[in-house]
């Protein structure tokens, strides 16, 4: 007796025996009989515990550097952590009203009302309420089988053996991968249900131990409600499917066999309401290759309204996780796009697609604009259709004459773009191009004109200037620009100059540009160096800031010579030298052609010494090389002429 006491003692306290150890008397109790009537199948029984665990918790097997560095390592050790605190300040498992007899237990993290039917509650709070014959209230996570449940308000019915659901926020489902790819482990799905509301039949109630057959179609789930699917995902478009506008309503249904249904029969009838993008379509969600809730039809013969206009879509449609798509041809005024893959959003259609322009050359113009692909913005309600070019590939104008990176913008009232403009050897910008059959305009706008010498030490910009209106006629073949500014900065990098000018015209098959200035107003440079009278600057840094005046000049691309004309003098140091022909021509790295037959002052205050038929060479601002003749006059003021081999500034 003495050796047989532990046990009984322990049978003692799980209440299957009363043992009176002074006494020494042994009573069977109905819990034993209860228990070996369950154990062998011919009785049924549950498996409900609820574990109140005041213990602290502590993720095992992992150190304090592996938790640091895993995202989600530290996350459930911070929940742990949480739970640890609030625990430690506990001073009871749960306290009874003796009113109600309700039982509210603490520190419950989970409970498992069937094994196995894979029916699992995670209390929120680890709270619970336990009421009459083992009913009990709750808030948190049901896991049924491939359902998992968030609700905030349920109760669990244990004569049923089921669980009331009165209100949840989210559900998710966690299927079987549709594809080998995947792998092997359940996969839980990118769309939820919200709004379930009605019952899980957790198993029949003569099944609670759930060791009978002819149940495998528990759990089901009851919803009496009607549930909604949002696609208003971050991940979506940046959230762009506003959940007020587009949403798919589920209709009330059942779903058994929560635990083996087939992912690909799987269906839910409802009807997708679109933001006004389609009326609203009638068709079964499914689960689709992504892993969200989703469908794939037709639109019916005729067409769908196309966002409230009279414009018809005739093609697919698919919901997914992508958001809504479709393909077919989208037929604009004079454009037509088509793509295998447009999404659908509220304001507009999106995708990449093939995209043609046809020229128009009457009425509202149009140029012939096309490329292979090209992103489509499609805008019903603004009556605008834009054309982007790809990261490979720009938007075809003019039948190759140029090539846009950037975006196109297709209206009634004509085209407009934004970008970068390429021609053959010329780059144009502005934040708005308006385009005609053989035109482009632009009222602010940046031109420059490419270096196409092979040589990587010459700068790739042979000419360029900022803040220009801008108008290229391939008609005319030329191009006119004015400045915005009365006069603006053109620079030349290959001949080191810089210049101020207000009218440029570029003549493209001759690849030259003349420009002009047309006004005397006062110029400034950002660097600081005044220009007031010159408009030629010389940025070479061994020229010393040379300047001059030339109100014209022609810049020829294929030399990279820039002819000024009507070049009156140049200063250098106290001379001034004055071209026969009044034109000076800037080479490469701001080489100046020599000057023949040209006349020198010096100094130009005094004009003390005059010499004529002289060739000069202009090295720098303060430095010149030149040989000509010096008139002498005698006391008849007869003239006789001295060659001079070596003029120059007087360095002593």
């Not at 509301?197 to 759930?210: I, K």
């Not at 409600?225 to 979506?236: C, L, M, V």
């Not at 003349?514 to 950002?526: G, T, V, Y």
């Amino acid at each position: 007796v003495e050796q047989a006491k532990p046990t009984l003692l322990r049978l003692s306290n799980l209440g299957f025996i009363t043992y009176d150890p002074e006494a020494k008397t042994v009573r069977i109790n109905e819990k034993t009989h209860q228990f070996v009537q369950a154990k062998s199948g011919k009785k049924d029984y549950d498996n409900v515990v609820f574990t109140s665990d005041l213990r602290p918790k502590e993720l095992k097997g992992y150190t304090d550097q592996q938790i640091q560095d895993d995202a989600y390592l530290l996350y459930i050790d911070s929940i742990y952590n949480s739970q640890n605190e609030k625990r430690r300040l506990m001073k009871s498992f749960g306290s009874m009203d003796l009113t109600t007899l309700d039982l509210s237990l603490g520190a419950v993290d989970n409970v498992v009302i069937s094994a196995k039917k894979n029916v699992v509650i995670f209390p929120d709070e680890s709270e619970v309420l336990v009421r009459a014959n083992r009913d009990f209230n709750f808030a948190g996570w049901v896991n049924a089988g491939k359902l998992e449940m968030h609700t905030t308000a349920s109760n669990f019915e244990y004569e049923e053996y089921k669980i009331k659901i009165l209100e949840t926020e989210q559900s998710v489902f966690r299927v079987r991968p549709l594809r080998k790819e995947d792998g092997m482990k359940p996969i839980a799905m990118v769309s939820s249900l919200t709004g379930i509301a009605g019952e899980l039949m957790v198993d029949d109630p003569t099944n609670r131990a759930g060791n009978k057959i002819g149940f495998e179609n528990y759990p089901i789930l009851d919803c009496t409600a009607k549930t909604k699917i949002f696609y208003n995902s971050k991940d979506i478009f940046r959230g762009v499917y506003d959940s007020t506008r587009f949403y798919y309503t589920v209709e009330p249904f059942e779903m058994d066999s929560l635990n083996s249904f087939k992912e690909r029969s799987m269906r839910l009838k409802g009807e997708l309401t679109s933001a006004g993008i389609f009326p609203v379509i009638k068709e079964d969600v499914k689960i689709m290759p992504d892993y969200s809730f989703g469908f794939a039809t037709q639109a019916p013969e005729g067409g769908y309204p196309f966002y409230g206009s009279e414009a018809k879509y005739d093609n697919k449609i698919v919901l997914s996780h992508n958001g809504l798509q479709g393909s077919g041809t989208i037929n604009f005024i004079n454009s037509t796009s088509v793509s295998r893959a447009l999404s659908f959003l509220p304001d507009s259609t999106v995708g990449v697609a093939s995209f043609v322009n046809r020229a128009a050359d009457s009425g509202v113009e149009f140029p012939p604009v096309k490329a292979e692909e090209a992103y489509i913005t499609y805008v019903p309600r603004q009556d605008v259709l834009k054309a982007k070019s790809m990261p490979k590939q720009m938007l075809d104008f003019f039948d190759g004459e140029a090539k846009l990176r950037g975006t196109a913008l297709i209206t009634p009232k004509g085209m407009t773009g934004i970008g970068l403009m390429n021609f053959e050897r010329a780059t144009l910008i502005s934040d708005k191009f308006k385009f005609k059959r053989w035109d482009i305009d632009s009222d602010t706008s940046s031109f420059s004109l490419n270096n196409d010498n092979e040589d990587l030490t010459e700068d790739p910009l042979a000419f360029k200037t900022d803040n220009v209106t801008s108008h290229v006629s391939f008609k005319d073949r030329m191009g006119e620009f004015n400045s915005n500014e009365g006069e603006s900065v053109v620079e030349f990098p290959i001949n080191q100059y810089m210049c101020k000018m207000d009218k440029f015209t570029w003549f493209m098959d001759d690849y030259q540009i003349e420009m002009e200035r047309q006004s005397d107003k006062d110029l400034a440079i950002d660097a600081g160096v005044d220009l007031k009278g010159p408009n030629f600057y010389s940025t070479h840094p061994k020229q010393d800031s040379l300047q001059f005046r030339a109100p014209k000049a022609k810049f020829d691309i294929k030399s990279k010579t820039i002819y000024c004309k009507e070049v009156e003098y140049v200063d250098i140091a106290d001379a001034r030298i004055y071209p026969d022909s009044m034109k000076i021509n800037i080479r490469k790295k701001a080489k100046i052609d020599k000057l023949l037959n040209a006349q020198i002052v010096a100094n130009y205050i005094t004009k003390f010494h005059k010499f004529t038929k002289a060739e000069v060479e202009i090295l720098a601002r303060r430095d010149y090389k030149a040989e000509g003749q010096y008139a002498y006059y005698d006391v008849d003021s007869v003239a006789s002429y001295i060659s001079m081999n070596d003029i120059g500034l007087d360095t002593a």
